[in-house]
């Protein structure tokens, strides 16, 4: 368990299982109270093509990290393989054992089969969607948990639940099989996120994590004999809210959810670690009885700081789905860089930036991220900046170009990002 977490997830045995998809993210879901984190490298998973992808060299430092910090590593291999990707697959897969992942997320039989062969614990993707309780009792001598397909609702979750409870329904390694599912993040609108239309399209298969996000354009739906346009609420006819599950977590834990997974290996560090923070908070709030509306209302200013597309319940309630109804971002803050840190002073809490590129001023929220450092929030309350005879002096505000001084609390390191943080 990770040291940060309360007693109370320790006694509960809920796993909270955060997302990352470079060093500042792995950090930031340490420090925020994850018990373990999933992350891809970068071949053969369904991130492939993101922008913040780990190598296969990194793994070493993920699980040093990871295990220093008594957190879980999960490495996600989930793409469908070809008949060329096995030898690679097999390689990968001995790898992690050799690095001491805790266990591999997969969806394609053949890399269940190594990852047996070799030894390590399997939980099977929600690309399988797997819906009912036989189809998990099919695939339980092979693994050890299941990530269910994420089109069922609450109760069709808890009567898997209580067969698996009712028959004693073990996994691999003798445990009771153990269901997990998406708490927050991305929905796609494919069945279980396994979608052909990049394939379509360009020939980019995001089965094989190359997804282009099609779904996530602006289109227009017409008549092609009569040339007249289909009236619709919008235009993002196949972009689904992101899905948050704050607002029912008791009844998410109730329905015999195991493990709370945030979806996120694409997004900023800062996104990791708000998200994780208020989801650790939630879990914790329900096993202590203090888990009510105004404890929800609590989470949302900080969470809707970071990125969505919208924010709904999913298919977990059984209700309609939302829809983002615009493109991208619908966070109310964005973050602009400063600059990279020159000088860290530790002692004195101070941090200095050369050649501002952007205006700062007291007052104003700022974030330093960094590979070790995590994500550090902050607010400039104390300024000085570099005049033009070279003498700092305190001031009110710094402006583009030049160097400045910062009082921010926390291990910061020379060359970490600092950012200020702007309404959208």
């Known amino acids: 368990m990770n040291p940060s977490t309360s007693a109370n997830s320790t006694l509960n045995d809920t796993e909270l299982l955060a997302p990352a998809g470079c060093f500042p993210s792995l ?75 805790d266990a591999v ?56 639940y209580d067969k698996i409870k009712a028959n004693q329904l073990v996994g691999r390694g003798g445990q009771e099989m153990e269901i997990e599912a998406f708490a927050h993040g991305a929905l796609c609108i494919a069945v279980s996120g396994r979608c052909g239309m990049s394939l379509f399209t360009s020939n980019a298969s995001a089965n094989r994590g190359a997804c282009e996000q099609n779904c996530r354009k602006e289109y227009t739906i017409t008549d092609s004999e009569s040339g007249k346009q289909l009236k619709i609420d919008n235009q993002f006819v196949m972009s689904p809210n992101d899905i948050a599950t704050l607002d029912f977590m008791d009844e998410f834990l109730g329905a015999g959810i195991k493990v709370l997974k945030i979806e996120g290996r694409g997004r900023s560090p800062e996104y990791v670690a708000t998200v994780t923070k208020a989801y650790r908070k939630a879990i914790d709030a329900v096993h202590a009885g203090e888990f009510n509306k105004e404890f929800v209302k609590s989470l949302y200013p900080q969470l809707e700081t970071v990125y969505n597309r919208g924010l709904s319940s999913g298919y977990y309630l059984g209700r309609e789905q939302g829809w983002s109804a615009d493109y991208g971002n619908k966070s109310k803050r964005r973050k602009v860089l400063v600059g990279s840190v020159a000088h860290a002073y530790r002692k004195a809490s101070v941090i200095e930036v050369k050649s501002s590129a952007t205006t700062l001023e007291k007052g104003d929220d700022i974030l330093v991220v960094g590979n070790s450092t995590g994500v550090i929030e902050g607010k400039v309350d104390q300024m000085r900046v570099m005049q033009d005879d070279g003498n700092m002096t305190d001031a009110h505000q710094c402006k583009n170009g030049q160097t400045v001084t910062l009082k921010v609390e926390g291990k910061i390191r020379s060359n970490d990002k600092v950012y200020k943080v702007v309404d959208a």
């Open 105 to 160: 997320i997969l969806s394609d039989m053949a890399a269940m089969q190594m990852a047996n062969e070799i030894g390590l614990e399997v939980h099977l993707s929600t690309q399988l969607s797997l819906s009912n309780y036989e189809s998990v009792k099919f695939y339980a001598p092979y693994c050890d948990r299941v990530v269910l397909a994420r089109e069922l609702n609450l109760k069709m979750i808890k009567s898997i």
């Open 27 to 101: 950090q930031a879901a340490i420090d925020n109270g994850a018990d373990s984190v999933y992350f891809g490298l970068a071949q053969l998973n369904m991130r492939a093509r993101a922008r913040r992808s780990f190598n296969v060299p990194d793994l070493k430092d993920i699980m040093s990290r990871l295990k220093d910090a008594g957190v879980k590593g999960c490495l996600t291999l989930n793409t469908l393989l070809y008949e060329h990707d096995l030898n690679l697959a097999r390689k990968m897969l001995e790898t992690a054992k050799d690095q001491g992942v």
